[in-house]
């Protein structure tokens, strides 16, 4: 093994964690914020559906290095949409006029859920 390598394969930058460990900065997309945000839920099940129907298109986003990028700006149009949807829902059929917590906790359980999976089929579940 005379001819082993030496020098790294790629060069990182590191940032030091809460646990004083140092962590390299990979960065997947242009702008480094946008790799360091959490991913929500809508985000994930994007990647996920991308990843079960067009994985293709997906290895094209991640190589431009843009997936970070739109699995955040899924999140957020979801995100959006969902709270659009529950504000008309609730104009639409309001909170019942009761005392009883666990009615109207059901009541608005029930239209979040109506909205998250409208905005599964209108947001999420699309190709980019």
Known sequence: ???M????????TYRQG???MLYPEIRVSENP???RMPVGRFGERWKKYM???HSHRLSELVAQGRINEIIL?????AEQRKE???REMLAADPMPE???AMERAGHMSMITREAEEAVMDEVVLRVR
């Open 73 to 77: 700006q899924v999140d957020q149009e």
């Open 5 to 12: 390598r030496t020098e790294p394969l790629m060069n990182f």
């Open 84 to 86: 659009a949807l529950i």
């Open 18 to 20: 809460e646990d004083g």
């Open 1 to 3: 093994a005379k001819y």
């Open 98 to 100: 009761t005392e009883d």
């Open 51 to 53: 990843l079960e129907k």
């Open 33 to 35: 914020q946008t790799d």
